[in-house]
């Protein structure tokens, strides 16, 4: 069993920055496929980011975030971090991490937090 558990949401005007971080318990995370996923009103859940295991070192990013978010981990803290910058209100959305073992990036994870919410003010 992995609990995720998310911090560094908030409230950020248009053009500032945030770090969302997401800390696991339970297991190490550093065979795991680790991704960020956002909910906003109105839309379904859409991928934003992942990052494979430790010895991969590869990430991947949807193209609306591309240039402006980094995926990163750190395995001695078994924690996974989104840097977000230059935001702007199309950014405002529910964010989840998440975690799973085997498979495609893109779905099926095995693992959610509980979400934190991200506001951008025009």
């Known amino acids: 069993q992995v609990q995720l558990v998310e911090s560094g949401g908030g409230l950020v005007q248009a053009g500032g920055s945030l770090r969302l971080s997401c800390t696991a318990s339970g297991r190490t995370l550093s065979n795991y496929i680790m991704g960020w996923f956002r909910q906003a009103p109105g839309k379904e859940r859409e991928f934003v980011a992942a990052i494979t295991a430790i010895s991969w070192s590869r990430t991947y990013y949807a193209d609306s975030v591309k240039g402006r978010f980094t995926i990163s981990r750190d395995n001695a803290k078994n924690t996974l971090y989104l840097q977000m910058n230059s935001l702007n209100p199309e950014d405002t959305a529910v964010y989840y991490c998440?975690?799973?073992?085997?498979?495609?990036?893109?779905?099926?994870?095995?693992?959610w937090g509980q979400g934190t919410q991200v506001t951008v003010s025009s």
């Open positions: 998440a975690a799973k073992s085997t498979g495609g990036y893109k779905n099926d994870y095995d693992y």
